[in-house]
């Protein structure tokens, strides 16, 4: 069987994306049906605080993921209706699950899921804690999405990049030769987002209309570049454990009295910034940025790249055939039909792992 299904929720925590691929042959890939499940506010809200430590977070860690898992049932009912596909014409469901702590500093990485309610929710074997196994081979576990870029965005000959705007960015990096570079940049859209729940009482800054009404506060985007984690050199990966609303505070204690507007402006700015100033360092000849996740429909953020990079086409991968905020998912789809294979799914030259390993733990219907 080709058909796999793809389940991400990213950083952002607004929600979670079901999609059914084909794959055909050794690079072709279909996007039969797609689904986008918004978090209720309860279970977004616990996400977002499991981030953190907090009282008796092992039962609360528990009773979220078995919500978790029942919603990405429904998600994948819904997809396959919508399809008019069989649970038994999948060959497996690739879960990314919900990552509430990324400490590969420490050896683990922690996404909450709960395979074996979704087995036994859908009738369909799962596949996942895809980062698990290269975290423990010394990497990073992050990202794990350059492989699937590679493949199906690659070009022989030309340097070109894909962006993912999530709640974190990070840049694939394909190289003229053939090589494949990745790693995290910093902040996309996690920090805009709580900014603009704050202040405007809504999930997110709508194609970056808000952030666009302000103006830059230098010396804090200044002090917040300085922030050394955007000067280590790859392999590198990062999160809510270092890019969250503490992070913001402490940076925000010095410019008490910042007009909200302003402050939205300087985060958008150190987010296309940060990504800007990494594609030219780590891949100079680049021609070409295709940009995927809910970022890419920020019209604010995609101006901001084209600005700080004259010369490079700066455009959604939708101009390549893929929704832009299905791009993560169809990778998970991905990464499962490598693990049924029995292939190695993660990029040692991106994670810094000792050698490839195949990715992923099996829960059978």
Known sequence: ??????????????????????????????LLASTHAPFNSALRDELLALNTAGHDELHRAAVAARALAEAQATAVHETLARARADAADVRAIGSHGQTVRHRPDAGYTVQINQGALLAERCGIDVVCDFRARDVVAGGQGAPLVPAFHAERFGVAGHARAVLNLGGIANLTLLGTDGSVKGFDTGPANALLDHWCARHRGRPFDEDGRWAASGTVIDPLLATMLADPYFDRPPPKSTGRDLFNAAWLERHLAAFPAADPADVQATLAELSVRTVAV?????????????????????????????????????????VHGIDPTLVEAMAF??????????????????TGAAGPRILGALYPK
Request: charged share 20%.
């Open 1 to 30: 069987m080709t058909l796999y299904v793809g389940l991400m929720s990213g950083t952002s925590i607004d929600g979670l994306d079901a999609v059914l691929v084909e794959f055909e042959g050794a690079a072709g890939t279909r």
């Open 278 to 318: 990494a594609l030219r360092r780590e891949l100079p000849g680049v021609q070409r940025l295709l940009v995927c996740g809910g970022g890419a429909l920020n019209v604010h953020l995609m101006n901001g790249l084209a600005r700080l990079l004259p010369g490079v086409a700066v455009e959604s991968t939708a």
């Open 333 to 350: 789809a991905w990464l499962a039909r490598a693990f049924i294979d029995r292939q190695p799914g993660n990029r040692t030259d991106v």
